[in-house]
């Protein structure tokens, strides 16, 4: 079926610098979405991004959080200036229609590690 | 804003009997309900996507039910067998273009 990849699967950084997390979309998927799953914890919304704009965004999501889709290429995630409290797996996912009814696809996470 | 619970967060059966996870939210206008399979390691797997007129869903091996009413939803694993050990998740949508998780439950089932 289609796949979301999700690069690199692991990430650790050190407190304060900048990070990305790069997802490979379904080809012709319009919608794409950032999770945040702490261990042993639910999955939490973080962001929907839409036809170049972010449509929605939840608590988590803090100023120090951006996304982008450039051109088409990799949507991604940067945290800048990154924090303890950022270590989780970040998961990605996309889906054709929207978010209300499509399946969503997710990808297979990147554990991000702060110290 | 909508609020997902789900219960139990660990369950342990054992290989052939029934396992019962069950979902309520509070947003009267959720009308998408899903479903998701993550195994160790993994990321989620689609189980079932039910739209609200539907009241009893049947799948490989599950069924999902839901009751509007009483703003519930469950997923019944009919026969469980050592492979449907994973974490499982609902999620319920509505006008909002956001979908809300439940907190997930821990299926073991032993053989």
């Known amino acids: 079926g289609p796949k979301v990849l999700q690069i690199p699967s692991h990430q650790i950084i050190d407190m304060g610098q900048m990070v990305t997390l790069n997802c490979d979309p379904v080809s012709n998927h319009l919608y794409f979405y950032w999770y945040k799953q702490i261990l042993g914890q639910q999955m939490e919304f973080l962001v929907n991004?839409?036809?170049?704009?972010?449509?929605?965004k939840s608590k988590l999501f803090k100023d120090q959080f951006s996304v982008e889709r450039p051109d088409g290429s990799y949507f991604t995630l940067k945290i800048q200036p990154t924090a303890l409290e950022d270590s989780a797996v970040y998961f990605c996912?996309?889906?054709?229609?929207?978010?209300?009814?499509?399946?969503?696809?997710f990808g297979p996470g990147t554990r991000l590690t702060v110290l | 804003g909508e609020q997902v619970e789900q219960r139990p967060p660990h369950l342990s059966v054992r290989e052939g009997d029934s396992a019962v996870i069950t979902c309520t939210y509070t947003d009267p206008n959720s009308y998408y309900f899903f479903w998701y399979k993550q195994e160790p390691g993994a990321s989620l797997q689609l189980l079932m996507k039910?739209?609200?007129?539907?009241e009893i869903n049947e799948g490989q091996g599950f069924t999902v039910l839901l009751n509007k009413k009483d703003k519930r939803l469950s997923l019944n694993l009919t026969a469980a067998h050592p492979g449907d050990s994973a974490a499982y998740f609902c999620a319920v949508s509505g006008v909002n273009n956001r979908i809300f998780f439940g907190d997930g439950t821990q299926l073991v089932v032993k053989p």
């Open positions: 039910v739209f609200s007129s539907t």
């Open positions: 991004f839409y036809n170049g704009k972010v449509m929605e």
């Open positions: 996912a996309s889906s054709l229609g929207d978010p209300n009814y499509a399946e969503q696809f």
